[in-house]
């Protein structure tokens, strides 16, 4: 089996185990999620994996990933018992109707289920209508559930657009789904976006920008107290721009990896930056200027490890100077 055949992996999973990459998927969506949780085994209620959105869990926005791997795609049956299941248990208010419903069928769902999810007003009459075939005598073992008028109030009023499907080409597309798939079975991550500098100096800029002025007002025995001040300037003004568009270099590729890589995998690359440029910064210097010379020159050297080292480029690995300097890590000039 080829390494980064990421398909036939996914394919190949078990049930349990396609639970858990989905469980480790959801938990990478940080920018989401507040947490995840996983009930496994029997009386999960219809719930695989949960997304709570807060810390209100049930009692606010959560979603539900219905997680089914079948040697074929979803059969209708299964799939509106699996619905019909978790709206009678918010039914009874054990929890609250999910944002978000996702079926997880790697093979997909067949063409009854698929049209109708696509159709929500016909999910939902689909579902009230054929109640005694999909749900009555399934949600409970050995026990009907007749659809009562409060039953069928409670289910019409669920908006049916949140109900979607995610199958085996958005798994393996997902950003967040590839960060989960490199992890496990190897493969390279995505390449981040190139980070674009803003004209004006922002707010989260202004404690490097202050360490890179006093080191031109150290050099030239000048006060430079702000940008406009070395506009025209021989050297510095074009100096500038280059230790803006590392900063931005770097901004960019932690944002980007921050939301698309495991817990550990970027921390680690920031680590071995931050270690491999120390003792060039214990080094004696003629001037602040020839030291963050020096050390941004030597930081483009450093060849970390790992899964991000092929997208560290030289002006990311530059750039974390800067923002190791804007979290008050490291100072160029010493007062």
């Not at 025209?232 to 980007?256: L, N, V, W």
Request: net charge negative; aromatic share 14%; proline share 4%.
């Amino acid at each position: 089996m080829n390494s980064f055949d990421y398909t036939r992996h996914i394919l190949s999973l078990n049930p349990d185990d396609l639970e858990i990459l989905v469980s480790k998927w959801a938990k990478c969506q940080t920018h989401k999620y507040y947490s995840v949780i996983r009930p496994a085994g029997s009386g999960d209620r219809g719930c695989d994996v949960i997304g709570f959105y807060s810390a209100n869990k049930f009692e606010g926005d959560w979603d539900n990933y219905q997680c089914k791997q079948y040697k074929n795609t979803l059969p209708t049956a299964s799939g509106m018992h699996e619905l019909g299941k978790l709206l009678y248990y918010a039914f009874l208010s054990e929890f609250t109707v999910p944002k978000n419903y996702y079926f997880v069928a790697p093979k997909g769902v067949n063409r009854n289920l698929r049209t109708w999810i696509l159709n929500p007003t016909k999910l939902k009459s689909e579902l009230l209508e054929q109640w005694s075939n999909f749900c009555e005598a399934t949600i409970i073992k050995g026990k009907k559930i007749p659809l009562s008028e409060e039953l069928r109030t409670f289910i019409s009023n669920y908006d049916f657009s949140n109900v979607s499907i995610i199958d085996i080409d958005h798994m393996v597309n997902d950003l967040h789904f590839r960060t989960i798939l490199v992890d496990l079975y190897g493969g390279e991550l995505p390449k981040a976006p190139n980070g674009k500098v803003p004209l004006e100096i922002n707010k989260s800029e202004l404690i490097y920008v202050s360490k890179v002025l006093d080191v031109y007002s150290e050099y030239d025995q000048k006060k430079y107290d702000r940008p406009e001040d070395i506009v025209g300037h021989d050297d510095f003004e074009d100096d500038f721009i280059d230790q803006r568009e590392r900063f931005y270099s770097t901004e960019a590729f932690r944002a980007f990896y921050r939301d698309n890589t495991v817990e550990g995998v970027l921390e680690d690359f920031e680590t071995e930056i931050f270690q491999g440029i120390k003792p060039i910064l214990r080094l004696k210097y003629s001037d602040s200027f020839e030291k963050m010379c020096t050390v941004l020159g030597e930081a483009g050297k450093l060849q970390p490890s790992g899964k991000l080292a092929i997208h560290g480029k030289i002006g990311v690995k530059q750039g974390y100077c800067h923002h190791f300097a804007n979290e008050n890590r490291l100072n160029w000039r010493k007062k």
